[in-house]
C-alpha cells in the first residue's frame, strides 16, 4: 500500500509471450536481490543483466532505467498485497470489527516480514515522490478503498456511500503510515506501533457503528 505510482511504474515493452514474461520476472527478482545486497545507489542495471543473464540490450526493452525497475518491483508488491487483502477480507468480512481489523493489520505486517525487499523497495520509492504523488493512492490502494467502502456501508446503513468512502480512504492512509513507521526500527518498536494501529482503527470504525 503506496502512493499513486501508476502511470511512471509502467514496464516500457508489455511481453506478451511466456518466455517474455518470465525474462521480465528474473529481470526484476534480480534488481530485488541487488538492491537488498548492495542497496539501490550501488546497483547498477549492467549488474542486473549481468546477474539475470540477459544482454543489457534486453533489459532495457523492458526497462528503461533503474527507476522504472524500482517502480515496477513496487507495483508487483503493491498488487500481490491487493490480492493479500482480498482474499482475507472475504474470509472475515463478518467477523466482528475488532477482530476483522487485528487479521488484517497482522497480514500486512506480516506480508512487510516476509519481503526482505519490500523496505528497500519502497524507501528508495519514496525519495523518488512529489508532494502530488504522496496525496494520491495507487491503483491497488483504491481497489482496497472500493472494496473497504462497501464493507462499511453494509455495516452501518445509515452511512452514506460518499462517508464510507471518506472513512475507508482515511482508514488506507492511517495503516498506510503507521506500518511504514513501523518498519523504521526494531521488532520491538514494530509490534508496538502494530498494536496502537489496531487501537486506534478499531475505536475509530466503532465511532460509525461499525461493530
Request: glycine letters at 2%; aromatic letters at 10%; charged letters at 25%.
Amino acid at each position: 500500500m503506496a502512493p499513486d505510482l501508476q502511470k511512471s511504474a509502467k514496464i516500457r515493452r508489455q511481453p506478451k509471450q511466456a518466455r517474455s514474461q518470465e525474462r521480465v520476472n528474473r529481470i526484476l527478482d534480480v534488481a530485488e536481490q541487488l538492491f537488498i545486497e548492495v542497496g539501490y545507489d550501488q546497483t547498477t542495471t549492467r549488474a542486473i543483466a549481468t546477474r539475470a543473464e540477459v544482454p543489457v540490450g534486453t533489459l532495457y526493452q523492458f526497462f528503461p532505467d533503474k527507476e522504472a525497475l524500482l517502480k515496477a518491483l513496487a507495483d508487483r508488491y503493491f498488487e500481490q498485497e491487493y490480492h493479500l487483502f482480498a482474499q482475507l477480507h472475504a474470509a472475515m468480512a463478518d467477523a466482528p470489527i475488532a477482530e476483522y481489523v487485528d487479521r488484517v493489520v497482522d497480514a500486512f505486517d506480516q506480508f512487510a516480514t516476509d519481503h526482505p525487499g519490500y523496505r528497500a523497495v519502497l524507501n528508495h520509492l519514496i525519495d523518488l515522490m512529489t508532494v502530488a504523488d504522496a496525496r494520491n493512492l495507487d491503483e491497488y490502494d483504491q481497489q482496497i478503498l472500493v472494496i473497504l467502502a462497501r464493507f462499511l456501508a453494509q455495516r452501518n446503513t445509515s452511512l452514506t456511500l460518499e462517508k464510507c468512502e471518506l472513512i475507508a480512504m482515511t482508514t488506507i492512509k492511517v495503516v498506510n503510515e503507521l506500518l511504514w513507521l513501523s518498519l523504521t526500527r526494531d521488532r520491538a518498536f514494530q509490534h508496538q506501533i502494530i498494536a496502537e494501529t489496531k487501537t486506534l482503527l478499531t475505536a475509530y470504525l466503532q465511532t460509525y457503528q461499525i461493530e
